[in-house]
Nanobody, 115 residues
Framework: QVQLVESGGGLVQAGGSLRLSCAAS????????MGWYRQAPGKQRELVAG???????NYADSVKGRFTISRDNAKYTVYLQMNSLKPEDTAVYYC?????????WGKGTLVTVSS
């Protein structure tokens, strides 16, 4: 079992920055990928950023150049640095992990960007 705990969400002004954190615990040795999804009201959950094979990042087109995914010196802790935030970035952001044929979700953290 893997548990994911997000933190860092909140209210920011457009153009501001925020950093989300996701800490994994439990059977973390089974994790082979981690990333961030988001879901805005009335929209489907979408992949925002992920780390492929543990080191290769990928991003949704809508956040390229603004968001950066990274990991801790130790494995299984990931961050999402969000710069130049826009009101359309407002959503619940979910940490996710894959491993050993399982997919895990955090409970989500709300990011609200005001104009």
């Amino acid at each position: 079992q893997v548990q994911l705990v997000e933190s860092g969400g909140g209210l920011v002004q457009a153009g501001g920055s925020l950093r989300l954190s996701c800490a994994a615990s439990g059977t973390t040795f089974s994790i082979n990928a981690m990333g961030w999804y988001r879901q805005a009201p009335g929209k489907q959950r979408e992949l925002v950023a992920g780390i492929i094979n543990g080191i290769i990042p990928n991003y949704a087109d809508s956040v390229k150049g603004r968001f950066t995914i990274s990991r801790d010196n130790a494995k299984y802790t990931v961050y999402l640095q969000m710069n130049s935030l826009k009101p359309e970035d407002t959503a619940v952001y979910y940490c996710a992990a894959d491993g050993n044929g399982m997919h895990y979700w955090g409970k989500g953290t709300l990011v609200t960007v005001s104009s």
